[in-house]
């Protein structure tokens, strides 16, 4: 598609209702510079299971920032990709943080993080066959009947192939979406890691990726290192600011889906307020620009129709 290209919207039913805007990953060291700016950022997103307890300072500062601002949940310990059941109990604690707060969306990723009891510190990749696309369903299913609400899930960063995979990426995506009628979030800065340290074209997983399903993207930057034969290795570690590379890609995608909620992620290192909001701002400014583009060709369509 070129760059003035119509976007996809053909959603029936949405998962998120969070506004076309950039937001940013709360953090608590933030707090005092957010209440006393003009917030002038379309929402936050939370971990999950940062926000288990029962009470104390953590929901205290969020019911205050909730009071004036849309609120995503972002869950990275469900597991849902992986070959063993859920664990009810975190199913219960996640159930009990959105019925707190009735967020705008509630995300989850495309792999597997825990080993019986155990709540592993990675998203670990799966293969993409017949198999694990059975667990991804069941789950995915379970953790929606539980909310009440149909979830966005991620695409992962890939650091591996499994050769048991029976599909590609996108292909396994859109099977859990037609199954499942979840809807997807789009880290772009997942794709451009995965696409650089397996070796295929960042810009054809974007052009090919189900947009009419996406309702949230994120941003971020990432480490760099080499692998045992001294090829590039990117490492998706939310440590730095996102590079040119990936606000080209995310361009890229916006000229498919359209304006949609762009979340800054910045979870290591973690930079001063002012700094993330001028991440948060160069997103919105993409965002207008796509905004622009949209309300032209709509102009456009209707100015042909009434010459014809």
């Known amino acids: 598609m070129g760059a003035h290209s119509a976007p996809e919207h053909s959603r029936e039913r949405a998962a998120s209702s969070l506004p076309a805007r950039a937001g ?64 009810r109990a975190h199913l219960r604690r996640v159930k009990s943080l959105v019925d707190r707060y009735e967020p705008a969306a509630f995300s989850e990723h495309l792999a597997w993080s825990t080993q019986g009891a155990r709540f592993l510190n990675d998203l670990l990749p799966l293969p993409y066959n017949a198999t694990t696309l ?106 730095a600011p996102v590079p040119d590379a990936v606000w080209r890609l995310y361009d890229r995608a916006l000229a498919r889906c359209g304006p949609v909620a762009t979340l800054i992620e910045w979870d290591n290192d973690v930079p001063s307020w002012p700094t993330l909001l001028a991440q948060a701002t160069q997103a919105e400014a993409f965002l207008e620009t796509r905004r622009r583009a949209v309300e032209d060709d709509l102009k456009s369509e209707a100015l042909h129709d009434d010459l014809g």
Request: hydrophobic residues 40%; proline residues 4%; glycine residues 8%.
């Open 134 to 239: 059975a667990h991804v369903v069941a789950h995915v299913d379970e953790i929606q009947e539980a909310l009440g609400r149909p979830i966005l899930l991620e695409n992962p960063a890939a650091y591996l192939r499994f050769r048991s995979s029976e599909h590609s990426e996108i292909e396994f995506l859109r099977e859990v979406v037609r199954r499942t009628d979840c809807r997807l979030l789009l880290d772009v800065t997942n794709v451009y890691v995965s696409a650089t340290n397996l070796a295929y074209s960042a810009e054809d997983y974007i052009d090919a990726f189900p947009m009419s399903y996406v309702e949230e993207i994120h941003l971020a930057g990432y480490a760099e290192d080499v692998d045992e034969v001294g090829d590039p290795l990117l490492i998706d570690a939310h440590c």
């Open 24 to 87: 940013v990953g709360f953090k608590s060291v933030h707090l005092a510079d957010i209440e006393a700016s003009a917030r002038d950022l379309g929402f936050f997103e939370i971990h999950a299971e940062n926000y288990m307890g029962a009470g104390g300072t953590p929901h205290a500062q969020l019911m205050r920032l909730r009071k004036d601002s849309p609120l995503s949940i972002h869950g990275v310990g469900l597991s849902v990709g992986g070959a063993e059941p859920l664990d």
